[in-house]
Nanobody
Framework: QVQLVESGGGLVQPGGSLRLSCAPSESIFIIATMGWYRQAPGNQRELVAT???????SYADSVKGRFTVSRDNAKSTVYLQMISLKPDDTAVYYCNADLIRRSDYDVGMRNFYTYWGQGTQVTVSS
């Protein structure tokens, strides 16, 4: 089972910045879309941003102009740069990716599966 390992969360003051990173724990043959979601206490998980293998991006209206999603295909890593953070951005942030593992590809499997990270806490508070 592939693990997506997130890092970069923490406590930041309103108006501050954080950069989240997410990378798989094993060799990957190919990754299609990668994304970031978040879940605040008492709320459903919501989409924050996605990026395709070609670099096309989409964002939730609440983060447009403040968050930037990017990826390094050579490192199979997705990033989320967050600026002008607000208390409402406080949540557990999860990355996900649609991918084919190298070990699966080598035995002839060609289906993409969606994998999730364990989540990283982002707290925006003074």
């Amino acid at each position: 089972q592939v693990q997506l390992v997130e890092s970069g969360g923490g406590l930041v003051q309103p108006g501050g910045s954080l950069r989240l990173s997410c990378a798989p724990s094993e060799s990957i043959f190919i990754i299609a879309t990668m994304g970031w979601y978040r879940q605040a206490p008492g709320n459903q998980r919501e989409l924050v941003a996605t990026i395709t293998s070609g670099g096309s991006t989409s964002y939730a209206d609440s983060v447009k102009g403040r968050f930037t999603v990017s990826r390094d295909n050579a490192k199979s890593t997705v990033y989320l740069q967050m600026i002008s953070l607000k208390p409402d951005d406080t949540a557990v942030y999860y990355c996900n990716a649609d991918l084919i593992r190298r070990s699966d590809y080598d035995v002839g499997m060609r289906n993409f599966y969606t994998y999730w990270g364990q989540g990283t806490q982002v707290t925006v508070s003074s």
